[in-house]
């Protein structure tokens, strides 16, 4: 869901969206979905092969939310840097999406420190 808010949801909400979807717990150990489960697919990409945005929110998604798991040791540097490559992405040099560009810049130090979702910064408003 997160892929078709990307391309209909103001950054700044997408940002916050997705804090609170990583602060979310983990199921259980062994849990798995209930069988006949439908396979979602990413139509807001609008073609078959997925594109850099789609791969961006496909490994920042699962990673920030491993990420913010209260159990999670320290991340290594090279989860920093696909957090931050993925936030650049997102980003894609538009004004309009100045909070991706803010979050790249602050989420990774602020992981390193031990802030996890839903703590991580987001900007409000767009720049001009």
Request: charged share 15%; glycine share 6%; net charge negative.
């Amino acid at each position: 869901m997160l892929h078709h808010r990307f391309t209909v949801t103001p950054p700044a909400e997408w940002l916050t969206a997705l804090n609170l979807i990583c602060a979310a717990p983990h199921p259980r150990e062994g849990y798995e979905p209930p069988a006949g489960s439908p396979a979602l697919s990413c139509t807001a990409c609008g073609s078959d092969v997925p594109g850099p945005h789609h791969e961006a929110v496909a490994s920042l998604v699962p990673l920030l939310w491993r990420l913010s798991d209260p159990l999670t040791l320290a991340p290594r540097e090279d989860e920093l840097t696909t957090v931050r490559i993925a936030l650049e992405t997102l980003y894609g040099n538009k004004a309009a999406h100045a909070p991706y560009r803010e979050a790249s810049a602050a989420w990774p130090a602020r992981l390193r420190a031990g802030t996890q979702a839903p703590d991580l910064p987001v900007q409000e408003g767009v720049a001009s």
